[in-house]
């Protein structure tokens, strides 16, 4: 699934290229709602989470999530595409720049303020440059007392990490996934949250992930040695990987 950066990045990618356009053309043929119509200009592209968002002048929003299967492309004019077009969810065309969203399962035209509302309930944006210690504490005070792994995951607590963040993020805080957040102290839940948002920030300007434990079940730590363990964890089962000499 994509996580926060990687939207963060496809947004500025069209951002570039879309901002202040006027509209060729725009189909969503599993979308419902008020569509934009030619000559629409494009007043911004926003990513809020695992969210993105093209907003037209007018007041509608298109909001996609790319869950696991979903990837925006964007093309000049007449490039060919590198994914069939039976599998196009949303096609944004401007003079010069094709951009287009395949396979995504959440495509939707929303009338403003019904976009804003559709991403209020998500947590603060930690892959956001404006993140503030207010926002660590409001994430905090959000956490339920689960699994910590499982937490981190919650975008309701904050959005924008996904499994290899949180896996990263774990190891680095030297934190096992297994335990529960009513057992975290607040500082270190702090520090959880200020690392997760560091490592997505640094990957939206490029930085690659640091490749501790994520991938690497049974393969020695490379800190201390220990072979990595995975296991499966929550209810959607996604992969925990942790060093247990480092991660008591």
């Not at 559709?118 to 210690?133: E, I, N, Y």
């Not at 640094?202 to 040695?225: D, H």
Request: charged fraction near 25%; include cysteine; hydrophobic fraction near 40%.
């Amino acid at each position: 699934m994509p996580e926060g950066d990687t939207i963060h990045r496809t947004a500025n990618r069209l951002r570039a290229v879309l901002v202040g356009q006027p509209l060729v053309r725009f189909d969503a043929p599993r979308a419902t709602g008020k569509r934009p119509t030619p000559g629409t200009p494009i007043d911004a592209v926003d990513a809020v989470g695992k969210h993105l968002l093209i907003r037209f002048a007018g007041g509608t929003t298109l909001r996609t999530h790319m869950r696991m299967t979903g990837s925006w492309h964007l093309y000049r004019t007449g490039e060919r595409w590198k994914k069939p077009k039976h599998l196009a969810r949303a096609v944004v065309e401007v003079e010069g720049w094709t951009a287009v969203c395949f396979a995504a399962p959440v495509v939707e035209l929303e009338s403003d303020p019904a976009a804003d509302a559709s991403v209020a309930h998500l947590g603060p944006d930690l892959t956001s440059t404006a993140v503030t210690d207010a926002d660590i504490e409001r994430a905090v005070d959000r956490m339920t007392d689960a699994e910590i792994g499982v937490v981190l995951l919650d975008q309701r607590v904050a959005c924008g990490i996904g499994n290899i963040w949180k896996n990263e993020t774990l190891f680095l805080c030297g934190v096992d996934p297994f335990r529960r957040a009513a057992d975290v102290d607040r500082e270190t839940k702090r520090a959880l949250i200020a690392t997760a948002s560091k490592l997505l920030r640094a990957s939206v300007r490029g930085v690659p992930a640091p490749g501790n434990v994520y991938g690497r079940a049974r393969r020695p730590c490379r800190r201390c040695g220990t072979p990595i363990r995975s296991q499966r964890q929550g209810e959607r089962a996604r992969t925990a990987y942790w060093c247990p000499t480092c991660q008591k």
